[in-house]
């Protein structure tokens, strides 16, 4: 391949990345590091330094655009944040004591799980609103924003926080722990525990990704993962794609989105099941 | 409608600028190495395909490498490319010291504080990156 087709084809991807990152609340590895490692026959060290890059890029760039029309809710992304950062730090801390097979096992089961309870409520535009939750009213974990889509204001509030904020810590440990992204966790804690439409936790899963990843971020440039020739057209591809991405989840149902979500969530615990099984996966 | 806080307004605008800013850098980097016509521009397919390759070219892998390549006379255009990259790495960062801020400046002492402690947990993690 020739280094202008190479590029250009990197540049490409990184905006289809960076697109689907904005809408599914995803930072764009999953997408990334198969398709560098895969197709273009990237370093995998390089490919990871990329894909830390590409999640900061795809927050930055959807998170700014989610937050003028309030999409993103910086309460709950800063509330849940405390989860996820400490529960990073907490595994970071235990990588290496903690058999990471058995956490990726029990960790595929519930995505499992949580895949077949997704599928049931496939078509269900906006949750239905739970009970007050004490946290919830403590914290002000609610909102309003328009929805484009639905044409109208919609109101919501965070239920079962306990449980949301206690996966968003398991979230975040495993990330530590394995130095993979969390997104597609944020978005089901959000969707499924907390009951938030899809749209918001979406958006606010991709305010958050910037933050946790950026813990994470110092420790790839100082191993010189980060290749600059690599790094620099995905980095320009995902911010563009972002940007694209934003205006497009405006404009779609929760349910389109969360019927989109669905096969990234089967393929998550389908990998993670194998892994813990010690069966790999490139 | 409703309409974003003014909390949400800086962050966004903070995010927005992080992120133009890093395009800018990173952009004109590129460009100016890909006109230098350093060999490696045109072995970039060769060059990351494995970490022996990829030395061919200057990784950064410190604050200090970069200002450094940037003190040269001319600089290093790949330490400005890095340059943007760095700004695209620290803005969430900024974004959480913008939202203490901004919380602490509308009244709102338990945001103030929890963003303070987001904060505070991501340095203590670059901190520890930083000790190996």
């Known amino acids: 391949m020739s280094p202008l087709a190479f590029v250009a084809a990197l540049f490409a991807t990184s905006v289809v990345a960076g697109g689907a990152g904005a809408v599914l609340g995803l930072g764009g590895g999953i997408l990334l590091i198969p398709i560098l490692t895969l197709f ?64 990726q096992l029990l960790l595929g089961l519930a995505l499992a799980y949580s895949t077949v309870t997704t ?26 924003y328009f929805d484009a889509a639905l044409d109208r204001d919609v109101k919501y509030r965070a239920s079962r926080v306990a449980l949301g904020f206690g996966a968003m810590a398991g979230a975040g440990m495993l990330s530590g722990l394995l130095g993979i992204g969390s997104g597609a966790f944020k978005v089901l804690a959000m969707d499924h525990f907390m009951r938030l439409p899809m749209k918001v936790s979406t958006a606010t899963s991709n305010f958050m990704i910037g933050i946790t990843s950026a813990a994470s971020a110092g420790i790839y440039f100082a191993r010189g993962d980060i290749h600059p020739l690599l790094a620099a057209p995905v980095a320009v591809g995902v911010l563009v794609g972002a940007a694209a991405g934003t205006r497009l989840m405006a404009r779609l149902r929760n349910s389109t989105i969360r019927k989109a979500f669905l096969p990234v969530l089967g393929w998550l615990a389908v990998s993670m099941i194998l892994r813990g099984l010690g069966i790999g996966l490139p | 409608m409703s309409a974003p806080t003014s909390v949400e307004r800086l962050i966004a605008r903070l995010l927005l600028l992080g992120g133009l800013l890093s395009v800018g850098l990173v952009l004109s980097g590129l460009i100016v190495y890909a006109v230098q016509g350093h060999p490696e521009a045109r072995e970039i397919v060769r060059v990351v395909h494995n970490r022996e ?80």
């Open chain 1, 119 to 144: 599928l049931r409520q496939l078509r269900v535009e906006l949750p239905e609103p739970g009970g007050a939750d004490p946290l919830a009213l403590r914290f002000g974990l609610e909102g309003t």
């Open chain 2, 53 to 132: 390759a990829g030395r061919a070219v200057d990784v950064f892998t410190s604050l200090g490498d970069v200002r450094r390549a940037l003190a040269q006379r001319p600089p290093d255009p790949l330490a400005v490319t890095a340059l943007g990259l760095v700004c695209l790495l620290a803005t969430p960062v900024l974004g959480v010291a913008a939202a203490s801020l901004a919380f602490w400046r509308a009244g709102d002492r338990d945001y103030a504080a929890i963003a303070s402690i987001v904060l505070g947990m991501l340095l203590l993690s670059f901190a520890l990156a930083a000790g190996g």
């Open chain 1, 40 to 103: 273009f026959g990237v370093d995998l060290h390089y490919a990871m330094g990329a894909s830390i890059v590409s999640v900061i890029a795809t927050s930055s760039g959807a998170a700014a655009a989610y937050l003028r029309t309030s999409l993103s809710n910086v309460r709950i992304g800063l509330f849940l944040a405390l989860a996820t950062v400490s529960g990073a730090l907490v595994g970071a801390a235990l990588a290496g004591v903690v058999p990471a097979r058995v956490l």
